[in-house]
């Protein structure tokens, strides 16, 4: 694998059951180039946590997440920190799960020993065809809204756009960005509206809330947290997190 990602991605061949798998080491920093896949695919770590960008939806999976995307969406996989990741494709004919969406799915310790044993070496066909329609009968979806905001292109927005991405916590006001790019409120504003489909304050919550979900996977106390991606109290985290995603940060990755 190469730093800059794959150059072409190879198709997945189809296997003897609905369910391929396969298991690799992804390097801290390292990325997939965006592709796509004729099959669904469920992507897992079994350690670490990975994220997957659609589009400009992005979805932070530590263990007990994982990714429906069902076949034809592209996509691209990488990990901050490094994690040994599963790539389990389900062939779409042979499956009985009909999310048409990228959902994000609740993996159970049943499920993790479910994946575990499939990728296993030597099961046979029978073995492998009860297992897999166990794993469809678990495959339970998490009901949040996924982060992301698309970046602005103009140059001044896109200035800011970088300064907030480099640096949650910077508190600078809409003006304030405004004069370090040498253009009015009002049009970086408008720039923002234009080009991301959102206000800047909008674009802002996102960026940071994006900027949490790490810190949430791997655990860290709210308060951290909150701390980290800009916010000055736990509360105010807490509170933008639950009306942009649906849910609590507490029960975003719960088990």
């Known amino acids: ?5 794959y150059s072409s991605f190879h198709p ?36 670490g946590v990975i994220a997957v960008e659609v589009g400009d939806d992005r979805w932070v999976l530590p263990p ?9 969406v592209r996509h691209r996989t990488g990990s901050a920190d490094g994690a040994e990741m599963r790539g389990i494709y389900v062939e779409p ?3 009985p799960v009909t999310f048409t969406a990228p959902t994000m799915v609740r993996v159970t310790r049943l499920l ?19 297992a897999e329609a166990v794993v469809f009968d678990l495959v339970e979806p998490v009901d949040v809204i996924p982060i992301g905001a698309h970046s602005p292109t103009d140059p001044r927005a896109r200035q800011v756009a970088d300064a907030l991405a480099a640096d949650p916590t910077d508190h600078r006001t809409l003006a304030e960005f405004a004069a370090a790019v040498a253009t009015s409120p009002r049009t970086l504003a408008r720039l923002f509206v234009a080009e991301t489909g ?26 951290r947290i909150a701390g980290r991606v800009g916010y000055a109290t736990p509360s105010a985290y807490v509170a933008a997190f639950r009306r942009a995603v649906g849910v609590s940060p507490g029960k975003y990755f719960a088990g």
């Open 1 to 5: 694998m190469s730093r800059n990602g």
């Open 12 to 47: 997945v061949p189809p296997g003897a059951t609905a369910m391929v798998l396969g298991a690799g080491v992804l390097p801290a920093g390292y990325w997939f180039d965006t592709h796509e896949h004729p099959q669904h695919q469920i992507a897992w770590a079994a350690r």
């Open 64 to 72: 007990t997440r994982a990714l429906w995307i069902p076949g034809g």
């Open 93 to 95: 004919d042979r499956c």
């Open 112 to 130: 993790h020993e479910l994946f575990d044993h499939l990728g296993a070496p030597g099961t046979g066909s029978a073995r492998r065809e009860r």
């Open 198 to 223: 959102i206000s800047f304050g909008q674009w802002r919550t996102q960026i940071r809330l994006a900027a949490s979900l790490p810190l949430l996977a791997a655990e860290l106390p709210i308060a």
